[in-house]
Structure formats: structure tokens, C-alpha cells
């Protein structure tokens, strides 16, 4: 009896609270509707104030020239086993097709400066890196593209403040008030995008738009829409090729647009990776014309003939055709056309099949020309097909944004076999960084073939740098919050403190660095990349998150540059 009464007690707690946020929620989307402003938390008088290195085959490197400005090789810059692993998983059981996400509950809308929200002590030591990176920023280079913390000066890449505007959600998401009203402040003063000056539309796409839109998103804020607005005309030009399929750049001023200087054609990875942002920017806009010109590239892609699912990495703008000798890769210029196959198709609310198809085949195809493990431990690995013919055992650290995507595809219905690859995959890109002296990975390893040898890795001097980039961290927080593993956790602090102890400068914030294997003489780069405060440390502070409610991945899908954008389920 008594038992009963606390069931029905409890169940009518349950109701009342749902009904409570359900009010909220009615409340927020009718103020949305009418334009009064930003949701609970953020309003008004609230508050007092306002790269990717990459080795190209020989057939195709004659073309290019180094450019450090270009982290993501799209323009020019080339760039002990545990099997314990696998049965550690603490996974929902659930079958293909299954495709309700069990581990994420969404309410309604969050506090971010909630001066009640809590942090763990590790999200903490997180917030204090984002801090101290951006106070220096701040001081040498505030408006300005790129910091260079050693020489405490800074460069234009765009000329747009590239570094707030790619980081002002992090700070949003981390509850740092101060710094996002020094963000909110310069984007709302300071920011034009009326500017005599190329861009290219990818780097522009995922991190500027993005990071409006996501700013938009989280605060409902007018003054992040109209500028992404803004942005997003100038860069429509772009499309008006003679196969749709975009041009890499366009000046934002004149909106002529144009191939790279350095070639003829644009990356694959490019021109698939903008179709979540200019699609949101349509949503919010009711403006179709963002969203039509990108389904026609999508569409245009999925009819293309393709390996298996494998795409090249290069695609002519006017003739709309791969260039059919070009490297398959999950590295450099390929990655992100496979992110963006799952990352769409769940953004449109799991109802555009093609892109489900697309990513489908190309999971069978990795799994038939490019999967393969080391000797001798064997670490599980992504390796390329140069000139999309020959295999060789070379993995970037870029395509250690898989095990999360993949096991973002199986929290939404795809295959089993998808999640045990994510999780061995997930092991090999965190010993990328735990078989290094220095605890950080290098750019790029080659996987040792074969049988005999002590070294599963193999790292060649030139591809001994750390860019400070986001991809395992990222790929950390997709697998904690889908197994609730701990030693994913343990894993990205592992990780944090090695950023902490060899890429940070006293007096002047973080600098990417020459050589992760020598931990005596690791050499800085001066040079901070906006994806350190955009994605890795964002990344980071998730990982360590024991909230449910921030950034419910039911609600949220994020862009290529971790900025998180609204799922349409309608
Ligand atoms: C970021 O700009 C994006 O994540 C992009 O998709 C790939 N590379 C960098 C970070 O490494």
C-alpha cells in the first residue's frame, strides 16, 4: 500500500514537472515567434553589458603550394592494445532501425549564465584554459583573425575576427557571461563582413556562419541572425556555376567567385560540408534560397558514380565531375562529405533517405577498401586509396572525427557493427596521442603493416606537429555520452593535460607545436587556431559534463566546426 502510494506520488511529481516545462517551452516558441528576444536567461538587462595537414599523392601534389593559413589542407597547405575495450561497453540494447536516441532527455530551454549551474572540477580547469587562452587574445589581438601567442601579434585569414566568432557558443556553453558580452558586443559593433577580400566559402561556412548561427540559436539574439544573413548572401554567389556545384572562393565584396588559385578544382569535402549551415540559416530566415542551392549540390554528389561509396577528394565546379584520379581519403578534403551524408539526413529528421543511403554504402565501403589493423597490436585504422586505387596505411588525425560520428549513426538507428568499429576506432585515436612522448598526436601516422615490428605507429618528421585539433576529443564526448564509460573521461583528461603542460605559454595563451615527440624541445608554431576555442576545449568541457540537458544530442546536431544547430523534426 505504501509502496503504491509513493509510486503515485512520484508519477504525479513526473506529470506536474513535464507539464511545468512543457509551459516554458509554450511560453519561449511564442516569444520566439513574435520576435520578443532571446529565451530564459538571456534577456535583456539581464545582464549589465552587453588545419589540415595532409600528404597528397605525387599525381596530385605537383599542384599545390604550402600556405599555413589553410589548417584543413582545403586550400593550399599540404599537410598496447587493451582488449578490455570492447567489453567494457555499456550500451542500450538495440537493434538497425531503432532509431530513438535512449540516453538523451531534452527539455526545455537552458540557463546558460544560470549563476546556479553547477560545473564538475574537470569542466572548471577546462573553463580556466578557454579563460586564459581568450584573455590573451583579447589583449594582442582582439577584432583580429588569428593570434600569435609568441610573438603576441595576429594575422587576417578573412579580415572577420574569425577567432571570436568562431568561439562566442563556447562561451555561451561554458556560462563564461564576460566573454561572451565581449563577443556579443564586437559582433554587434564591429563586425562587417562588407569586405574587398576572397574567402573560402568551406572555412567561412563552418566557422563564421556557423558560429552565428549557433550563437543565434542558443541565445536568440536578432543581432546573430542578421549578420549571418548578411554572410550568407555574399556567399551565394558562390553556387552560380555552370554545374551548381560551388566554387571554392568568392570575394565577399564583389561576390565574384572563383576556382583556388592553386588548381582547377574545388574539394569534395568542401562543397558537402556547408549544407547544415546554409539549410539552418533557411529555416530561421524563411528564406529558401540558402538551403535550395546546397540540396542541388547534395543531390548533384549522391548521382555521381562513386567506389563503393567512396568519393574522391577533388570535383570541377563547371563540369560538376570528380576527378576520378584523386585520393580517397577520410583525411584531408574528404572527411567531411561523409560527416555531413549522417549529419544532414539527421538534421532533416531522418527523412531524406538518399543521404542515409550515401553514408550507408560508404560505411560498407571503408569496411571493404580501407579498414585494416597494425602490427603489433592491432590498433584498428582508416587508411586511403591514392590516386583511388592504392592502399596505403596512412591515417590523419582528421579521421578521428569517425568513431563519434559513427557512433552518432548508431544512437539513431544504424547497424551494431557501426558502434563496435567507432569504439575500436575511438581506442586507436587516443594511443595516437598516448604512444607519444609527449601525450599529443602528431598530424599524421602511417600504421605499421607488418609482422615483427615493435611500433604499431610510425610517424615521418614532417608530420610531428600538433595543430591542437578537436577530432578525438570530440569523438571522446560522442562515445562518453553514448556508453557513459569512464574511461573516455579519463582518456580527454589525459589529453587535456598534455595540451595544458606542452601548448600552453605562460603570459601569452596556447600555440600549436612543431614535434610531439620531443618533449625536451616541442617547439611552438606561434600560432593558435580558431578550432581550439571552438571545438577542442567545447569538446573537452562536454566530455566532462555530467548535465543531461546541455546540448541534448536529440535537439542538437553539430556542424563541422562543433557548433551545434537546431534538428528539424517537422
Ligand atoms: C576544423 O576546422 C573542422 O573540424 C574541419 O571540419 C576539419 N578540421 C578542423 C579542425 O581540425
Not at 47 to 61: I, W
Not at 69 to 86: A, I, K, L, Y
Not at 125 to 140: E, L, R, S
Not at 339 to 345: A, D, I
Amino acid at each position: 500500500m505504501e509502496q503504491e502510494k509513493r509510486v503515485y506520488i512520484q508519477k504525479m511529481k513526473q506529470k506536474l514537472a513535464q507539464q511545468q516545462v512543457g509551459d516554458i517551452v509554450k511560453k519561449n516558441k511564442e516569444a520566439i515567434r513574435k520576435k520578443k528576444g532571446p529565451p530564459l536567461g538571456i534577456r535583456e538587462g539581464k545582464f549589465d553589458r552587453g588545419v589540415d595537414g595532409d600528404q597528397l599523392p605525387p599525381e596530385e601534389k605537383g599542384q599545390l603550394v604550402r600556405d599555413e593559413r589553410f589548417p584543413n589542407g582545403n586550400e593550399d597547405e599540404d599537410n598496447d592494445r587493451d582488449d578490455s575495450v570492447d567489453g567494457n561497453l555499456n550500451l542500450p540494447p538495440k537493434s538497425a532501425g531503432d532509431d530513438v536516441i535512449v540516453d538523451q532527455t531534452s527539455s526545455g530551454p537552458y540557463d546558460y549564465f544560470d549563476p546556479k549551474r553547477q560545473y564538475t572540477e574537470k569542466q572548471k580547469a577546462v573553463q580556466d584554459a578557454f579563460k586564459f587562452a581568450w584573455k590573451y587574445y583579447k589583449q594582442y589581438a582582439w577584432g583580429h583573425d588569428e593570434y600569435h601567442p609568441i610573438s603576441k601579434s595576429h594575422s587576417e585569414w578573412f579580415g572577420v575576427g574569425l577567432t571570436i566568432v568562431d568561439s562566442i557558443d563556447t562561451a555561451i556553453i561554458m556560462g563564461l557571461k564576460d566573454e561572451y558580452l565581449d563577443a556579443r558586443e564586437w559582433v554587434d559593433k564591429s563586425l562587417t563582413f562588407d569586405k574587398d577580400k576572397d574567402v573560402n566559402l568551406f572555412e567561412i561556412t563552418i566557422r563564421a556562419l556557423g558560429g552565428l548561427l549557433s550563437a543565434y540559436h542558443l541565445t536568440n539574439d536578432e543581432v546573430f541572425k542578421n549578420k549571418a544573413k548578411d554572410l550568407g548572401d555574399r556567399l551565394l554567389p558562390c553556387f552560380k556555376s555552370p554545374s551548381n556545384v560551388p566554387f571554392s572562393d568568392v570575394n565577399l565584396k564583389t561576390g565574384h567567385a572563383h576556382a583556388p588559385r592553386w588548381g582547377p578544382d574545388s574539394s569534395t569535402s568542401e562543397v558537402t560540408t556547408i549544407q547544415l549551415e546554409f539549410r539552418d540559416l533557411s529555416r530561421i530566415t524563411n528564406d529558401n534560397r540558402y538551403e535550395h542551392a546546397v540540396n542541388v549540390v547534395s543531390e548533384h554528389v549522391h548521382n555521381l558514380p562513386k567506389k563503393d561509396g567512396l568519393v574522391p577528394i577533388f570535383i570541377n565546379a563547371n563540369t560538376g565531375s570528380f576527378r576520378s584520379s584523386a585520393t580517397i581519403t577520410f583525411g584531408a578534403r574528404g572527411d567531411s562529405y561523409y560527416e555531413y551524408l549522417l549529419k544532414q539526413w539527421v538534421q532533416t529528421g531522418k527523412k531524406k533517405d538518399y543521404l542515409k543511403k550515401d553514408y550507408l554504402d560508404a560505411i560498407e565501403g571503408v569496411k571493404n577498401h580501407l579498414l585494416k589493423e597494425s602490427e603489433p597490436n592491432k590498433l584498428l585504422y582508416i587508411g586511403e586509396l591514392l590516386g583511388g586505387r592504392t592502399f596505403s596505411p596512412k591515417m590523419d588525425h582528421l579521421v578521428c572525427f569517425m568513431p563519434g560520428t559513427m557512433a552518432l549513426g548508431y544512437q539513431n538507428g544504424l547497424p551494431k557493427d557501426h558502434m563496435d568499429i567507432a569504439t575500436k576506432l575511438a581506442r586507436t585515436c587516443y594511443e595516437m596521442y598516448n604512444k607519444m612522448p609527449t601525450k599529443l598526436s602528431p598530424e599524421i601516422v602511417y600504421f605499421n603493416q607488418a609482422p615483427g615490428s615493435s611500433d604499431d605507429l610510425i610517424v615521418k618528421p614532417l608530420d610531428s606537429h600538433n595543430l591542437l585539433r578537436p577530432e578525438t576529443v570530440e569523438s571522446l564526448f560522442y562515445m562518453y555520452r553514448f556508453t557513459k564509460d569512464k574511461k573516455y573521461r579519463d582518456w580527454g583528461w589525459q589529453i587535456f593535460m598534455a595540451f595544458m603542460k606542452y601548448t600552453k605559454i605562460e603570459g601569452g595563451g596556447f600555440s600549436s607545436i612543431n614535434n610531439v615527440k620531443s618533449p625536451g624541445n616541442p617547439g611552438f608554431k606561434d600560432k593558435l587556431e580558431s578550432f581550439f576555442l571552438a571545438e577542442t576545449l567545447k569538446y573537452l568541457f562536454l566530455l566532462f559534463s555530467d548535465d543531461p540537458q546541455l546540448i541534448p544530442l536529440d535537439k542538437y546536431v553539430f556542424n563541422s566546426e562543433a557548433h551545434p544547430m537546431p534538428i528539424y523534426n517537422e
